[in-house]
C-alpha cells in the first residue's frame, strides 16, 4: 500500500483530516498523566504528537513499517521511542503499555487479528487497546469513489477493507482476544479552500485512493476530477469524515 511518502504529502492529502481525528481520539480515550502508550502504524507522528502533548515525549513509543514515517517522527519528535515495524511482530515485551493505539491502521495490516493480539500483549492488563477506521460510506475522500463508482463500477471495492464495516473492528478485536467496552463513532469536519487544493493531493500515490487514481489514463481521470467537481459542495468546502471506534480495556 502506498505509504512510503514524504510527511508533508501525507499531511496535505490524509493528515488534513488524521490530525483532528486524532484529537477528538485522544479526547474520548482521556490516558491519565504518567501512562506509556504506543502508536501502531504512526505515520508521520499524527496521533503521536497528540499523545505526547498530553503525556510528554518520554511515556511514547511509535511504530510503522514505513522508513520515511519512521524518519520524519524521529525528525519531528526526537524523544519518542520510534521503531521500525509492523503491527504483526510488535518490536516491544509483553505488558508494558499502559495505552496502545491504531488510527486508521487496522485496515492495512496484513493480518488484523494477528496486530490486533500484538497490541493485547503490549498492554498491561487494565490497559486499553484502541483502533478507529474511517466507515466504508462516510470517509472523507467518500466523494472520490462515488464518483469512481458512477464512472468505472466497482471502483470502492478497493477501500472495502477490515474495519471499516459496522462492528468489524469490534469483530477483529473479540477474535484477538479483546473484550470490547466501546464501540463508537467520531466525526471531523475539515475546510478546504478549493476544489484544486482538495484534488491535487489524490495523485501523491498514497492510501488506496492514490494508488487507484494512479492506475487511471489521463483521459479518465478528468473525467474523474470533473464528476467530483459536480459531486462536491461549493468552495470552501467542507469535507466530513466519520470514523469507527472501538476499545477494549485487556482483562
Ligand atoms: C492511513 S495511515 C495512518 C497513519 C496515522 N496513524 C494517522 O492517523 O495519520 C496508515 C499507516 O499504517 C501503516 N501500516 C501499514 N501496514 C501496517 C502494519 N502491518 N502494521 C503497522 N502499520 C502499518 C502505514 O505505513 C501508514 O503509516
Given at each position: 500500500m502506498g505509504f512510503d511518502v514524504t510527511a508533508d504529502a501525507y499531511a496535505s492529502f490524509m493528515g488534513r483530516f488524521s490530525e483532528p481525528?486524532?484529537?477528538?481520539?485522544?479526547?474520548?480515550?482521556?490516558?491519565?498523566?504518567?501512562?506509556?502508550?504506543?502508536?501502531?502504524?504512526?505515520?508521520?507522528?499524527?496521533?503521536?504528537?497528540?499523545?505526547?502533548?498530553?503525556?510528554?515525549?518520554?511515556?511514547?513509543?511509535?511504530?510503522?513499517?514505513?522508513?520515511?514515517?519512521?524518519?520524519?517522527?524521529?525528525?519531528?519528535?526526537?524523544?519518542?521511542?520510534?521503531?521500525?515495524?509492523?503491527?504483526?511482530?510488535?518490536?516491544?515485551g509483553d505488558e508494558v503499555f499502559d495505552l496502545a493505539t491504531a488510527q486508521l491502521v487496522v485496515p492495512f495490516m496484513t493480518d488484523p487479528v494477528r496486530g490486533l493480539s500484538e497490541m493485547r500483549r503490549v498492554v498491561r492488563p487494565g490497559g486499553l487497546v484502541a483502533a478507529c477506521a474511517w466507515d466504508l460510506d462516510r470517509g472523507?475522500?467518500?466523494?472520490?469513489?462515488?464518483?469512481?463508482?458512477?464512472?468505472?463500477?466497482?471502483?470502492?471495492?478497493?477501500?472495502?477493507?477490515?474495519?471499516?464495516?459496522?462492528?468489524?473492528?469490534?469483530?477483529?478485536?473479540?477474535?484477538?482476544?479483546?473484550?470490547?467496552?466501546?464501540?463508537?463513532?467520531?466525526?471531523?469536519?475539515?475546510?478546504?479552500?478549493?476544489?484544486?487544493?482538495?484534488?491535487?493531493?489524490?495523485?501523491?500515490?498514497?492510501?488506496?485512493?492514490?494508488?487507484?487514481?494512479?492506475t487511471l489514463t489521463d483521459g479518465d481521470r478528468e473525467r474523474l476530477r470533473v464528476r467530483c467537481v459536480d459531486l462536491l459542495p461549493d468552495e470552501p468546502l467542507e469535507i466530513v469524515g466519520v470514523a469507527r471506534v472501538a476499545t477494549s480495556r485487556r482483562a
Open positions: 481525528l486524532a484529537r477528538q481520539l485522544v479526547d474520548l480515550l482521556d490516558p491519565a498523566p504518567g501512562d506509556r502508550a504506543l502508536d501502531v502504524g504512526c505515520g508521520p507522528g499524527t496521533l503521536t504528537a497528540v499523545l505526547v502533548d498530553r503525556l510528554g515525549a518520554d511515556r511514547l513509543s511509535a511504530v510503522d513499517p514505513s522508513p520515511s514515517f519512521v524518519q520524519a517522527v524521529r525528525a519531528l519528535l526526537p524523544e519518542v521511542d520510534v521503531r521500525d515495524g509492523a503491527a504483526e511482530e510488535l518490536p516491544f472523507p475522500v467518500r466523494v472520490l469513489w462515488r464518483a469512481a463508482d458512477e464512472l468505472f463500477p466497482g471502483a470502492s471495492a478497493a477501500i472495502d477493507l477490515p474495519g471499516a464495516r459496522d462492528g468489524q473492528l469490534a469483530e477483529l478485536m473479540t477474535t484477538a482476544g479483546l473484550d470490547v467496552q466501546l464501540a463508537t463513532t467520531l466525526t471531523v469536519r475539515v475546510q478546504i479552500a478549493t476544489f484544486e487544493e482538495w484534488w491535487a493531493p489524490f495523485s501523491f500515490g498514497i492510501g488506496p485512493a492514490g494508488e487507484y487514481v494512479a
